[in-house]
């Protein structure tokens, strides 16, 4: 942040040193206007105006972040909810597969429907290759 200030200043410095050598007086047309005006008014006034224009840029910029900020922390909220009522619905039937007879559901005891790790999943090596490249 402080490069970016330093920068700024040195490029201030600059363009006053150029408006300041640039005294002369020069004709300013603009659509039907005209008007005699020292030229380091018009380096100065088109300075100003860049500024301001790119001022109002980064606050449209700035605004629109916020405003993707704020979904996003909403769409988080939702989220969060989500997963604590799917965890309680895990919880209730994980509680729901303890008193029932395993042989049923056609688990061997002790083991879950799903898997925690997917790298010690159960499904038969033959089953989890593409099918589409089973030749290679």
């Not at 002369?24 to 603009?30: E, S």
């Not at 604590?84 to 429907?113: F, H, M, R, Y």
Request: a neutral charge.
């Amino acid at each position: 942040m402080q490069a970016y200030l330093i920068a700024a200043l040195i490029f201030a410095i600059a363009i006053a040193a150029f408006a300041v050598q640039n005294t002369m007086v020069v004709t300013v047309h603009f659509l039907l206007w005209q008007a005699d005006i020292s030229l380091v008014l018009v380096i100065l006034g088109s300075l100003a105006a860049g500024a301001l224009l790119l001022f109002f840029l980064g606050l449209f910029k700035q605004y629109s972040n916020h405003r993707q900020k704020k979904d996003l922390k909403t769409q988080n909220k939702r989220m969060e909810k989500m997963i604590a009522e799917l965890n309680k619905k895990i919880e209730a039937l994980e509680g729901q597969g303890k008193t029932a007879d395993p042989s049923v559901s056609g688990l061997n005891p002790g083991q879950t429907a799903f898997p925690t790790d997917p790298t010690t999943s159960q499904i038969p090596e033959d089953q989890t290759k593409d099918p589409l490249h089973a030749d290679q």
